[in-house]
């Protein structure tokens, strides 16, 4: 039951983000702003190939007012260190850019993560949920028309978690988080 109720938060969580950016808030003009990245985000592959796996992550981001965004994001990873582990991972994040209006320069965030591990446990398929909140702040570098470098530091706050498997902490970073993501744009305006 306490899965289900866990399941149905990060459901609702995700359809209010694809609710927010399906409808067209800005009207469509031309200038050099950016006003939606659709991206592959290489933070999830550089985790899984640590940990002897492959994963990938893509995400939306949508400017929704001068100054601010919302990005939903879904990440998938298969690792292969002792066991087969799966996870699958939905973020919906908040940003603000004090120095642009459009989505580069510095950010500051906030967001929720809803994280999915399934790992062999015996005979059986053994799950793990958590639910976290991020802060994050950022530099968004946009290098080409199709690449975008992205330096983050920001603070993982588990606020719902189950600890069924021994080595989640390989799986699952919590605490201070750093790194550089490169989002390679598949759709951007």
Not at 60 to 84: A, N, R, V
Not at 111 to 137: L, R
């Amino acid at each position: 039951m306490n899965i289900l109720r866990k399941l149905l938060f990060c459901l609702i969580l995700f359809l209010s983000a694809v609710l927010v950016f399906a409808e067209n808030i800005e009207s469509e003009n031309e200038t050099n702003e950016l006003k939606y990245i659709f991206s592959f985000d290489t933070g999830f592959t550089i985790m899984a190939l640590r940990n002897f796996g492959f994963g990938i992550g893509v995400n939306y981001e949508h400017k929704l007012t001068d100054f601010f965004s919302i990005k939903p994001g879904f990440g998938h990873m298969t690792c292969f260190l002792d066991t087969i582990v799966l996870t699958v991972d939905l973020q919906l994040f908040l940003y603000y850019y004090p120095l642009s209006n459009g989505l580069d320069k510095l950010y500051i965030g906030f967001g929720s993560s809803c994280d999915f591990v399934m790992y062999p446990k015996k005979d059986d398929m053994q799950n793990d949920v958590a639910i976290s909140i991020i802060p994050t702040m950022g530099w968004k570098w946009k290098m080409t028309k199709y690449l975008m470098i992205d330096p983050f530091i920001g603070w993982r706050f588990y606020i719902m978690e189950t600890n069924n498997f021994e080595k989640r902490n390989e799986y699952l970073k919590n605490n201070f988080q750093w790194g550089i993501n490169l989002k390679i744009f598949l759709l951007n305006k």
